[in-house]
């Protein structure tokens, strides 16, 4: 990912922030007929390993788990992201010498990956990600709440991932390369915006 030093962003706990939030992420992965890439809901555990282990599945049918891969896989994940419009700065007032930009957060994580369909930790992955995105829910509803016998005649329409990640990328480009009073300009644009995600991106601009 091209990242100038501005907008590189080396912090842990602000990278596992994005991945956490990150509800659908991009699997890529190289291969000899060139690359193939599926979005999937994936979730980090951060107790294995240096970096973390990336778990998943994507459905049987997907030609990308039997496509040998050609090197480490790459997960990506998005965080907010909001488009700048140049009527927010400063700057355009003063000289009119600024153009229109996009401020996002984005992580990329590279790792070997591994594809399986045993059944046991099949059901522990599909088990993990629904407590992860029920869990906010008044009423969740849980893998046990399906007989038996249905859960299991899904899961072998699906494959399982797993990935350890060896590299983490982060990206936070949030106008740091402005000046404090286009910042500013920024922050106000986007914080008077009806789309959820401009504000999000303001909360996130440097003062």
Known sequence: ???????????RDSLMATVRAARLANLVTATADGPLATPLPLFLDETEGEHGVIHGHLARANPQWRVPASGDGLAI???????????????K???GKVVPTWNYAAVHAYGPVEFFDDA???????????????????????????????????????????????????????????????RAGVVAGLAASERPSDREVAALIPS
């Open 120 to 182: 046991d930790r099949l059901l522990e992955v599909v088990t993990r990600l629904t407590n992860l995105h029920e869990g906010t829910r008044a009423t969740p509803w849980a893998v046990s709440d399906a007989p038996p016998d249905f859960i299991q005649s899904q899961l072998r329409g699906i494959v399982g991932l797993r990935m350890r990640v060896t590299r983490l990328e982060g990206k936070r480009k949030m106008s740091q390369n402005r000046n404090a009073a286009d």
């Open 93 to 95: 007032q003063e000289t």
């Open 1 to 11: 990912m091209y990242t100038p030093p501005a907008f590189r962003d080396d912090d």
């Open 77 to 91: 994940f998005m965080g907010p992201d909001a488009y700048v419009t140049p009527a927010w700065y400063a700057t």
